[in-house]
């Protein structure tokens, strides 16, 4: 698998493929320090040689990195499946870094559970 992030949640998805290696399960890590213009040719490289992506972003899953990966896959044959971390389409709350990661599933730990769905074939 590949885990596309962005911002801070570049270092939760180093912590998450560390997990996951930790149950035998390899991810790439991407960093895309940029949304617009989005690298698509790295997405479509990621898509073309993992079969699961994950994007990982600590705001809302509308409009930002996931819907931009979406996007650049809609328009090619190949057949990763993906799946986004981030806030959903939700009224947010104050507090705590660390409680909002949590409270939101923007953690590893997050990231990870994602991973074990995709992998399986049961979750987007």
């Not at 819907?67 to 057949?79: D, N």
């Amino acid at each position: 698998m590949a885990i596309l992030a962005s911002g801070t949640m570049v270092a939760q998805a180093l912590e998450a493929a560390g997990l996951l290696a930790g149950e035998g399960l390899t991810a790439t890590v991407a960093n895309f320090s940029t949304l617009k213009p989005l690298d698509a040719d790295l997405v479509r490289r990621l898509a073309g040689g993992h079969p699961v992506l994950i994007t990982a972003e600590n705001h809302s899953v509308i409009g930002g990195l996931g819907s931009a990966v979406a996007e650049t896959l809609a328009v090619v044959p190949l057949r990763a499946r993906l799946g986004m971390v981030g806030v959903q389409d939700v009224f947010a709350e104050g507090g705590s870094t660390p409680y909002l990661m949590k409270k939101y599933g923007l953690d590893a730990a997050a990231i990870a559970a994602k991973a074990r769905l995709l992998c399986r074939g049961t979750g987007t």
